[in-house]
Structure formats: C-alpha cells, structure tokens
C-alpha cells in the first residue's frame, strides 16, 4: 500500500474529469483507479482527494463507506471475497467459510497478522452455475471447496515476497 | 400527441384526490396538490427548506392505475389522475412504515428531550400504534457523542431521514453530517466517524432544528442555570438576543410572530434572576465599533493609500459564520471585523463595568445569555473570551431551553404582566432589535453611518428609517448606497478622522447573504475578483434569515414561520423612540464613564475586541 502523491493525483483526476465532464461525475474512476493502484484509501488520502477535486471530505468519505470495494479501512495485500449468497450456500459456500478461516487463523472481516490476507463476504457474483464462488482480489475462483482453497492461499503465499526488515 | 396531454403539458392539470377534484401547475406534487385541498398527509423527511428526499415513505398514497403505492413528496403531478391518501390499503402502510422505524428506535419517550414536540411520537400517536409487531430494540447500539460543545448527537433515535444532511450540505454547504455505508448498516455519520466536535460542524444547529426525532439535540445548560439561580451568594444575570423574544412565545404554544419581549422580563426575574438586560444595548455599541472600524478601514485604503487594509470589511456577530471562515477561508480573516458580538461584549462589560457600578464581586456574577443560536455556546467557550478577568459568559440559553426553565417554573409567560429592562443598559434602540433579521446589521450601521458621515436625517433617505433595499430574505442581497453630501465630523469621530470630503461623491457598497452556502457563493466571487470583493462591508448570518431563522430557535422553523417572526422583529423596532445606534444614550454614557478614551480606544479595544484562528481543514478533515 502506498501514500498518495497530491501532484500525481491532480494530474490523474485532471484527465478523469476531462473524461467524465465534472469532479463529481470522475469521483468513483478516481477512486477505482487509486484502488487498482493500490492506494491506501485513509483520511489523508480523502482530505487530499477533497481538497484536489474540491468536494467535501465527508461527501467523498459518504461515497467510499458505500462501495464495499472503495473501503476505507485498512486491508490485507489480498482480498479473499467468498460469496455469501444462496446458491453458493447450498452448493456448500459454509465449509469453505470455515476452511478459509482456519487455514488463515481469522474470522471475516479480518486481516492476517502478516497483513497478507483479508477474508471477507461478498453478495451475489453472477457465477451461480459453478458454485460455490470466491474473489481473489480481482479474479474468481469456482467449484472452490474446502481442499483447493488451500492449494490457492499456498500459491498466492509462495508468488509474494515476504518483507524484509 | 392526444388532445389530453396537449391540454396537460404547460396548463394546470386536472387530478381527482379523495373524491375532490382539483386543478394544479405542471410538476406540483401530490403532497402540495393535497395541501391545497386541505388534506394533510404525513411526511417525515420532507422538509419545505430542503430538496426532496423521498426516503421514509410514511407519505405513500395510491395512485389509479399504479401497481405500488407511490411517495406523494416525491410524485411532480404530470398527468390527470387519481388518488387516494387515506384507503385502507394506504394507512396499513402507514402503519406498517411506522412499526418498522419503531422497531430500531430505542429510547424512552418520556425521558427524551424532543417529548412532545416529536415528529415520529406524534405520527405513533395520529396512526394509533399500540404494539411493536416488528420487535423494539431494547439496548442502545450507538454511544451518545457529546464532544461538540452545541450538538449531542444520538443515533439511536435517527430514523435515516437525512434532513441534517441535506441541511448541512444544501443551506450550510458545510457537510459535517454524512450518510455513510450502505443497506441496513446505513448510518448518519461524521467524517470518517469522527466525534462532531473534532469536525467542521460550525455549531449552528440548522440540523437539530430540522430532526424530526430527538437523534440531535442541543447541549442543554438549563441545569446549571438553575443551580446558580438556586445559590444564594450567586448574582445571576441574563442578556436577551431579539431573536429569542420574537420567538418564545412558541414555545408557550402561541402563533409565529408574537412579540412576548416585555411579558418574558417579568417571567425571567420570577424564574429567579436577579437582572434582565437586553442583549441590543450591545448590539447598538456593536454598531459605534464596528462602523467606527469601518470608517478606519476605509480612511486607510482609500486616504492613507494603505495597502495593507483588508476590504470588505465583514460582520462579526454570528459564532457560526466566524467558525466557517475560519475553517474555509482563512486567508479572509483579517477582513473580519475585529469587533466581538453583541454577546460576548456584553459579558466582558457585565463582570466589569456593571459590576464596578453596582458593587458586585465580580466572581459572584453568573452572566447568562438568551440566544436564538447553538454556536454560541462554542463561542462563548473561546479561550479568547475571557478579557474580564473571567469567563465573560458563563452558560448560554438557546429560546427552547428557555422555554423549558420558564415551563419548570410553573410560569404561564403569555399571561405575565409587562415590565421593562433594568438599569445600567435599559434603553436600547430599534437599531439593536434589527440585528435579529438578516439585513439587520448592514441596515443599523447605514443608519448610524449615514448620519454620522452626511450630517443629515437616515429619514430623509429612507421613510421611517427603514432601509428596505437590505431587507428581505434573498440568500444573496447587493445595495449600493451613493454619498452625495458629507456633514462635519462629530464629536465622538474627531480622534478619527479630520472630515469627511474624500466620502463625498463616493458609493457606499454594501452585500448581505445568510445560510452559509449563501457565504460560499459570495467567498468564492471574492477569491474570483467578481462584484463583491468590491463591496465595502458584507454582512453575514450564518443561519438562513439571521437569528431569527437560527438553530436554537424553537422547532419548527421554515419560511412561513421566519417571515412571521421577522414582522414582529421590525414591528418592535418601529415602536421604538429611538431608533439609532448613535443616539443610545446608555451607550454615550458608557463610554463617558467607562471607555473612557472613546470609541475603537485602548480600553475598548481589550474588551470588545477580539482575534480569530486559522482553522482550516487538517490532514485528517478535521478542525484540530
């Protein structure tokens, strides 16, 4: 995760804003890309943010509390989203809750001490027929259950370096 | 196009409520086209000074020919037809939308501050709700914030309604209240949830005026009040704003627009203070010091070529308007005056002049002030504000709170007999009940400068001295007043300025705006170079129609009920004798016996003056 560069963000939002015709209408492309940028998206962030495109903080921050995926608090370098609605509860979403949990040592909603990992719920992805479903960050996994999650968090363990301090 | 939507589009419509057949403008809403015919539907989240919300649907009524019953706020009527607002169908809803905003609002009404003057509670009652068929949460979720020194907020009584949102976004364009996340988890928020008094909430409780429950509510000093009133070795005075006076009498269930002034300074000393003052005697010294600041500031610029004067000058009165500068537009704030508000002059001349005068310690004095405004609680706790050697005010009453002690007191105000405001300050002028109008300053300072500058009569201007270009309730008002000839200068000026002649032939320019969004669009005009940063003096109210419109006034206030309380503002002020700031012969006498080196000198100048903060917006969205 990184700080925000407020020259950087003016030239960004500029170009948004020229696309998207006003500040208001390039706030959430501003936000997406900040995200896909990996910006920590934290009150420094929003006041810089408000000052640029000169929108209240509290409106940006109204905004940002009503994305799931724009949230403001800190996360994990993966987002673990498994899909809590019910198809993907019949075809056995439950156990791979409890895999995912166990295997990580969190409950949802929470972050791995390494701050690898975040494990939290995400409603319906479309992707009933091949149930039950997760995000990875941004990609999904299907047919998941309670064995190939694991081979998937040990994959994505072993692809990031770990920090040295 | 068919021959019934030709007639339709442009000309009234013909629709059909309850049986009742009626025609209304293109774009009326059913609720507005049922008001005309007498029919009153419930509404929670419309509110007549805020865009449509939409949101509660307690307003749902059935419209023929739709499959869902259909929100009557939020419905622009574009086509004949009909509608029914109070089938069976359309109370079980009713009911049903009540029962559900019932089931997560804990709290007692008995013991909430808003009992009987509730908008849910009322709506509860009217609908005859008698059980709790969705649950009624026991425990309270949410901690009560009681960080801001004017508004408590708590959320356990928020039905979501998002008036104070829209309140503080649309009139105050200060957006401290937010709504933040999403479905159930939705909640009126601060920035990053942060307690109200680290935010940039300028206190000016617009919002506590427009909740409909009791979620925010104002800080409530009535018991300490009380428990100076109750100590025997405590002098306990009070100040009345106008505001209030214009005011109180709703509070006592009477019509918008009463003027009970003389009837409360009976009810007061009854309740138990010892003093009554009015709160226009330094509103008319507010007067004398701030032109006098004026006519400095423009002597300097215009004389001295002194390019380091800030121009326009702006009002200093309002605590919430003062908060807002220094938070959006610090760069501003050398053009506010340095002159303190009526209030805060008054305390720093309660405990020192007053007391000198009457033989009081002034460590006994407990000074109160009545104020139609929750910000000045927060100025009044202004480290600044201590320039008598104490707390200059100590607690300030906003009108409800008055209300509520008198109602304690077991006193019917209506019905109290007329008594007048006591010695030292007594006599005010019309000049001082003005400032509780937006235009009200700008028009007492005209009055007085006017006839300071061009040796004539503000009548021979104006008819009975009212300056009606400054009147009215316009967010953004624009006067200009032309100098054609200057008089001696008198004697209270002398140390001032040597005469007049480089005013003659000038245009005094002058703005007005209330409702700080209002003070936006004038702040940024002026940061563009545009019209108003060539004006000479601004006056600003924080509140929309100034303190007769502010948020510790009683609930309800809308436009109706503004306008009625700014004709009893300028009815008291025509039945004044004196209606001159100038010509306050208390105020002469303060200054022959006390500020003894004249108007803006030294003396007056410690205690009536003050400085102001930067506050502007910190890393973390915060005022701190």
């Known amino acids: ?165 | 196009m068919s021959a019934q939507q030709t007639t339709a589009i442009g000309a009234n419509i013909p629709v059909t409520i309850d049986g009742m057949d009626i025609r209304v403008p293109l774009k009326t809403t059913i609720l507005d086209a049922a008001k005309e015919l007498g029919i009153r539907i419930p509404t929670l989240c419309h509110h007549a000074d805020l865009c449509e919300g939409g949101l509660c649907r307690v307003c749902v009524v059935e419209v023929e020919g739709k499959r869902t019953l259909q929100a009557s706020c939020a419905y622009p009527i574009t086509e004949p037809m009909k509608i029914k607002t109070s089938s069976a169908k359309v109370r079980k809803a009713r009911k049903n939308i009540l029962q559900l905003m019932l089931s997560n609002h804990a709290g007692d009404c008995t013991t909430c501050n808003r009992n009987q003057n509730c908008e849910l509670q009322k709506l509860a009652s009217e609908y005859g709700i008698t059980t709790h068929p969705f649950g009624k949460v026991k425990r309270p979720k949410y901690a009560i914030d009681h960080s801001s020194l004017s508004v408590v907020r708590d959320n356990n009584k928020c039905i979501l309604c998002r008036r104070c949102e829209r309140t503080c976004a649309e009139i105050q364009g200060v957006n401290a209240l937010v709504t933040a996340n999403r479905g159930i988890e939705t909640e009126i928020q601060t920035f990053m949830n942060l307690p109200l008094g680290d935010t940039m909430c300028i206190n000016c409780g617009q919002c506590i005026n427009r909740c409909p429950t009791g979620a925010l509510q104002t800080v409530d000093a009535t018991c300490d009040v009380w428990k100076a009133i109750d100590d025997p070795k405590k002098h306990v005075v009070i100040q009345t704003a106008p505001a209030p006076r214009a005011a109180i009498a709703e509070c006592f269930g009477e019509a918008p627009g009463t003027p009970r002034t003389f009837e409360m300074n009976t009810a007061l000393r009854r309740a138990g203070f010892n003093k009554v003052f009015d709160t226009n005697f330094t509103a008319d010294l507010t007067i004398l010091e701030e032109g006098t600041e004026l006519l400095k500031r423009l002597y300097g610029a215009l004389v001295q070529k002194d390019a380091s004067v800030a121009l326009p000058q702006f009002t200093s009165c309002s605590p919430g308007w003062i908060k807002y500068i220094e938070q959006f537009y610090p760069e501003y704030l050398p053009n506010v005056s340095s002159a303190k508000s009526p209030q805060q002059m008054f305390g720093a001349l309660i405990k020192t002049y007053y007391a000198e005068k009457n033989g009081v310690d002034p460590k006994d004095i407990v000074s109160v002030s009545l104020m139609p405004c929750t910000a000045k609680k927060y100025e009044c706790a202004r480290p600044e504000m201590n320039d008598s050697g104490f707390k200059d005010i100590d607690y300030v009453l906003t009108t409800r709170e008055l209300g509520k002690l008198i109602k304690e007191a077991g006193i019917d105000l209506p019905q109290m007999p007329k008594s007048d405001f006591d010695e030292p300050f007594g006599t005010a002028t019309g000049s001082g009940v003005i400032f509780g109008a937006t235009g009200g300053v700008m028009e007492s300072a005209i009055r007085t400068v006017v006839e300071l500058v061009c040796g004539i009569q503000i009548e021979d201007l104006f008819e009975h001295a009212n300056v009606i270009p400054v009147r009215g309730f316009e967010g953004v008002r624009y006067a200009e007043l032309p100098i054609s000839a200057v008089g001696p200068v008198p004697e209270v000026l002398k140390d001032v300025v040597p005469d007049w002649n480089w005013l003659k032939d000038a245009t005094l320019k002058v703005a007005i705006c209330h409702g700080t969004a209002n003070a936006q669009k004038v702040m940024d005009d002026i940061r563009a170079g545009g019209k108003f940063s060539e004006c000479h003096f601004i006056e600003f109210m924080a509140c929309p129609g100034g303190c007769l419109g502010g948020g510790g006034q009683p609930i309800p206030t809308n436009k109706d009920i503004r306008s009625k309380r700014a004709n009893a503002i300028y009815a008291e002020d025509m039945a004044y004798t004196v209606r001159k700031s100038h010509l306050n012969e208390a105020v002469l006498r303060l200054y022959k016996e006390f500020l003894t080196d004249g108007i803006g000198g030294h003396k007056a100048h410690h205690l009536l003056h003050t400085s102001y903060t930067d506050r502007s917006l910190g890393v973390r969205g915060s005022n701190k």
Do not use: W
């Open chain 1, 1 to 165: 995760m990184q700080a925000l560069d407020k020259i950087t963000l003016k030239e960004m939002s500029d170009e948004l804003i020229a696309t998207h015709g006003s500040a208001k209408a390039a706030l959430i492309p501003i936000l997406n890309k900040l995200r896909k940028n990996n910006v920590t998206i934290d009150a420094t962030t929003l006041t810089t943010l408000a000052q640029t495109l000169r929108i209240a903080p509290s409106a940006i921050y109204g905004v940002v509390s009503f994305y799931s995926f724009l949230d403001h608090r800190p996360k994990g370098k993966h987002v673990i989203r498994v899909c809590q609605t019910m198809s993907c509860k019949m075809a056995g979403a439950a156990k791979v809750a409890t895999a995912l949990k166990s295997e990580l040592g969190i409950e949802f909603g929470e972050t791995t001490g390494d701050g690898l990992f975040t494990l939290e719920h995400t409603n319906c992805l479309g992707l009933c027929s091949e149930a039950p479903a997760m995000l990875l960050n941004e990609t999904a996994h299907i047919k998941i259950d309670a064995v190939n999650v694991k081979d998937i968090l040990k994959s994505i363990a072993r692809a990031t370096p770990v920090a040295s301090n």
